[in-house]
């Protein structure tokens, strides 16, 4: 467009002066070698434009003549060259698409018609192609060839890295990505994963170091940056904790500042606080937390803040607490611990019974089966709760890519990414909340039955039936019912009004006779076992597991 342009304001400036000329007439008189030539001024600015552009015309034909066989090899190497890009592009695309086959014969194409020391997507062509056939050590040659030439390094780095994480080899990995970063700091992945590896072993300040270094570059956004750093503070902070709690004071208030709803913050926080009597900071910052995100270490640090607190103190401060987040598992669980340790069954069981109502979980059952060993101590029905407990939807955990923690860390174990860690249920443990057979109300009727286990041996033991009946076939009896060692009968038809005094005594042997022919292994069982607890698996509970295998029942409860 701007060649026409120009074009057209020359041929308008030409038609302008000719016209100019042309209205002014005159003579031009050239004298040379003794002749004289005269000729219209038209004439002589007509002549001087022709000769102009012959001149241009022949240089431009001479030049073309000379330059010819350059510019015919040069055309020759330009489509050699755009044949080897094309060869290329359809390469990685074929390599992207998972496509060896298709890449290798590219990969054979592209190095005829491109040079391979100066083409590096060809090695990265290469390079991937060993990948998908399988070829894992001739790719990591390939990778490691490329760490030789300083333009293709950080591209072998990545891929090293790469192939590093995808055979599991985290240590290498990070090797890799902690080269790049101080080969290219600017690089993302480079420089969250040497960040992830100064975490992981503990170089806090170096891990502080390189995110200012990416703050200043804005690699990351502000937010992003304080909670990073509000997370490296506090694993330094608890790392520092028990040797010195004066040292990680103030790195665990800069962290929880940094971020109010980090747990592990406000906690560390918190008992830094309590070791040097300042109790009501403390307390304000658990509060703060707990509103946001109710946690159980936050219930337990802030029920046991000071240390010489009756049980009863105790269960106060577990109210208060949980009057912050009402309606909330994690509160009536605290009140329901607190409540076991004060003693007050009754409120522990109300608590834990409104978790099961609401939200079941492990820890509920678990809960009543404490309870329900310091209130009866029927090995019965903590036997019962145990089962239930297995059978239950799991706690939340600190979960990192698929990797389940009991304690909080500052970088996945898996990938080494930093701030990894979240307090969920772990994936691999979503289940049904309980069998369709068990059924919540009625369970929690049965074991809040009166009935102790000297009432149970004081039953009499209805005889077997003597008349000879039909084989019946297998009951599959309740565990509540083992529990309460109370045989429900068959309720029979209700008489007519009438004849209910005279026939009360037949119904009632009516009634016997059935309790003992459809039941008699239950009452020979009450009987052998009345005078010791019971251990063994629950025979006519299909839904119980044949061992347990939650470490939390195991630990708490030693059954096997």
């Known amino acids: 467009m701007t060649r026409i342009l120009f074009f057209f304001i020359v041929v308008l400036l030409l038609g302008v002066g000719f016209a100019w000329l042309a209205d002014r007439p005159g003579d031009l008189v050239l004298t040379f070698a003794g002749m004289q030539y005269k000729v219209s001024l038209m004439v002589a600015a007509s002549s001087i434009v022709a000769i102009v552009a012959a001149v241009m015309l022949t240089w431009w034909l001479v030049k073309s003549i000379i330059t010819s066989p350059y510019a015919l090899r040069r055309h020759f190497r330009a489509r050699k060259r755009d044949r080897g890009y094309q060869s290329l592009s359809t390469g990685l695309i074929a390599a992207g698409a998972g496509d060896g086959q298709t890449a290798r014969l590219m990969i054979k194409q592209a ?40 333009e293709t390094k950080l591209l072998g780095l990545r891929g090293l890295y790469l192939e590093a994480q995808r055979l599991g080899a985290r240590d290498a990995s990070r090797h890799y990505a902690e ?79 940094l971020a109010p709803d980090l747990v592990p913050a406000a906690i560390v926080a918190a008992k830094a606080l309590f070791a040097q009597g300042d109790l009501r900071k403390g ?27 009756s049980p009863v103190d105790r269960l106060k401060r577990a109210r208060h607490l949980a009057g912050l987040y009402p309606h909330h598992a994690e509160s009536s669980l605290a009140i329901g611990h607190a409540a076991l340790s004060a003693g007050e069954l009754k409120e522990a069981r109300e608590a834990a019974e409104a978790v099961l109502r609401s939200t079941p979980r492990e820890s509920a059952y678990l809960l009543l089966a404490d309870i329900e060993e310091a209130q009866t101590g029927d090995q019965g029905r903590v036997r019962q709760w145990l089962s239930r407990a297995v059978k239950a939807p799991r706690d939340p955990a600190w979960t990192a890519d698929g990797y389940v923690s009991e304690r909080w860390a500052p970088a996945s174990p898996v990938t080494g990414k930093l701030d990894a860690f979240t307090w969920k249920v772990p994936v691999e443990q979503i289940g049904p909340v309980i069998d369709a057979g068990d059924d919540f109300d009625s369970a929690l009727a049965t074991a809040q039955s009166k009935q102790t286990p000297e009432t149970i041996e004081a039953k009499p033991v209805l005889p077997p039936r003597k008349q000879e009946t039909k084989p019946q076939p297998e009951q599959t009896i309740d565990d509540t019912d083992v529990v309460d060692a109370e045989i429900v009968p068959f309720e029979p038809l209700a008489p007519k009004p009438a004849k209910v005094a005279e026939d009360k005594p037949a119904a009632e042997k009516d009634i016997s006779q059935m309790r003992a022919s459809v039941l008699p292994p239950l009452t020979e069982k009450v009987q052998e076992d009345s005078s010791e607890p019971f251990f063994g698996p629950v025979p006519d509970d299909p839904g119980v597991k044949p061992e347990y295998k939650s470490p939390q029942i195991n630990k708490k409860f030693k059954l096997f």
């Open 111 to 150: 190095e005829k018609l491109l040079n391979v020391d100066q083409e590096p997507l060809i090695k990265l062509l290469d390079a991937q192609a060993a990948m998908l056939e399988g070829r894992t050590d001739d790719a990591r040659a390939k990778f490691e060839a490329m760490l030789d030439d300083p």
């Open 179 to 257: 080269e790049a970063a101080l080969l290219a700091p600017n690089v993302e992945w480079a420089a969250s994963a040497a960040l992830g590896q100064k975490t992981t072993h503990g170089d806090w300040d170096g891990a502080l170091l390189l995110l200012d270094k990416q703050k200043a570059t804005k690699q990351i956004d502000k937010e992003k940056a304080k909670r990073e750093r509000a997370v490296i503070l506090t694993a330094k902070a608890i790392e520092t904790y028990e040797s010195d709690p004066v040292n990680a004071k103030p790195l665990a208030i800069e962290a929880n500042k």
């Open 283 to 309: 307390s304000k910052i658990l509060e703060y937390t707990w509103k946001r995100e109710p946690h159980p270490d936050v219930a337990e640090t802030y029920i046991h803040a000071r240390v010489g607190d």
